[in-house]
């Protein structure tokens, strides 16, 4: 599930966010110092280096790191020793492997303000890949609905998904709508599935809203069956084992990166039949909800 963020000449990348100050070696590069700045992404006021100020040429020289490192002491092991990857060198793993993939689209209305067009972008790296038309390996989804709707006018022939917060509104509504975005609980009301229903083919809310409709954590929220009987896929993110991203109920001594009892709070999850869930750790999901 590559996240996708531009370079500045244009290059899709594989990153978390455009913000790369505790995802790389940035930070210990003396030729990229004065590449450190603060911009507002999302409303958000961040400070670091951030891949738009970047060609892909230089990207490609840095080296990730655990972006979570006092949790994952076993992931940040390997920091420092793999590159920078590009949405085609993912597409092209993928493939060889016979593995489908799930592309987020991240921030574009803020990428639009810097003058990229991630509709543009995507469309032309898929095409030229030969991904375009690959329903049956590819999905695309983003919080924003109107670069997903661009998509479509632009004839990708994916299934389309829309990624749902447990709050506030999608950035590209807001900034469009202001005050009057329509939030992210909308979405999942009977109207609001109706209207996603003839625009995408699967919703992705985060997990919190399916494991704990009016306080209940023991059972799927309402909204999964009304989604299925609209014919829309379900998906949620992110499983996760680690106490600090289980809901209270299913944390165990031990502190926030031990392993809390997660088997049972995915146990809802699997119980409600979902066409698919996002988990960090693959082996546990693997073992777990293809068991």
Request: proline share 7%; glycine share 8%; hydrophobic share 45%.
């Amino acid at each position: 599930e590559p996240d996708v963020v531009p370079s500045r000449d244009g290059v899709l990348v594989v990153r978390h966010e455009n913000e790369i100050g505790s995802t790389t070696d940035v930070s210990t590069r003396p030729e990229f110092a004065d590449r450190r700045t603060s911009k507002v992404v999302d409303g958000e006021r961040l400070t670091g280096w951030f891949t738009e100020d970047f060609t892909w040429d230089e990207l490609r020289t840095l080296r990730c790191r655990e972006r979570i490192p006092a949790l994952r002491p076993e992931s940040a092991a390997h920091d420092d020793t793999e590159p920078v990857l590009r949405l085609t060198d993912v597409l092209d793993l993928a493939r060889a492997g016979g593995v489908r993939v799930v592309l987020e689209i991240k921030h574009a209305a803020s990428f639009a303000r810097l003058g990229f067009d991630m509709a543009e972008l995507v469309d032309a790296e898929l095409r030229e890949a030969g991904w375009a038309d690959a329903a049956d390996s590819l999905v695309i989804e983003s919080f924003e609905p109107l670069v997903l709707s661009r998509l479509r006018g632009r004839g990708i022939r994916v299934p389309l998904v829309q990624l749902i917060d447990s709050e506030g509104a999608p950035w590209d509504l807001r900034e469009r709508d202001g005050a009057g975005a329509a939030p992210y609980a909308s979405m999942l009301t009977p109207a609001g599935l109706d209207a996603l229903a003839a625009e995408v083919e699967g919703i992705s809310p985060a997990k919190a809203l399916i494991l704990e409709p009016d306080g209940d954590a023991h059972v799927p929220a309402r909204f999964v069956a009304e989604a299925r009987a609209r014919g829309l896929a379900i998906f949620t993110w992110t499983c996760r084992p680690e106490n600090v991203f289980l809901l209270p109920p299913y944390r165990l001594p031990g502190g926030d990166g031990a392993f809390g009892d997660f088997r049972r709070e995915w146990a809802v999850l699997r119980d409600a039949e979902l066409d698919g869930v996002f988990v960090d750790h693959p082996e546990l999901g693997v073992e777990f909800f293809r068991r």
